[in-house]
Nanobody
Framework: QVQLVESGGGLVQAGGSLRLSCAAS????????MGWFRQAPGKEREFVAAFSWSRSSPFYADSVKGRFTISGDNAKNTVYLQMNSLKIEDTAVYYC?????????????????WGQGTQVTVSS
């Protein structure tokens, strides 16, 4: 059974940094795409970034490109989202997601497994 557990959320001032972690278990994830999504109150779930151990380059939403970095530690089955230069509009619940295969998708319905989410709040 696939389990994704996020951690690392919290309260940070605008311009600050946070690193989210997603610990994955229940599969060998080398052939999976791991994604981060976020959802702000009253808004739809939004793609942030995707990563695969079997591909050389990750994939980012334009809104976070240059500020966020997704990476993975294969030995720990953990995916990270380093968030720098945080803005108030980055405030949301951040979710880790996984799907089998190598193709990157930016729509939530393409992902099969989800974590419970971790709150990120950016204050002014």
């Amino acid at each position: 059974q696939v389990q994704l557990v996020e951690s690392g959320g919290g309260l940070v001032q605008a311009g600050g940094s946070l690193r989210l972690s997603c610990a994955a278990s229940g599969r060998t994830f080398s052939s999976y795409v791991m994604g981060w999504f976020r959802q702000a109150p009253g808004k739809e779930r939004e793609f942030v970034a995707a990563f695969s151990w079997s591909r050389s380059s990750p994939f980012y939403a334009d809104s976070v490109k240059g500020r966020f970095t997704i990476s993975g530690d294969n030995a720990k089955n953990t995916v990270y989202l380093q968030m720098n230069s945080l803005k108030i509009e980055d405030t949301a619940v951040y979710y880790c997601a996984a799907r089998a295969g190598r193709l990157y998708y930016s729509t939530a319905k393409e992902y099969d497994y989800w974590g419970q989410g971790t709150q990120v709040t950016v204050s002014s």
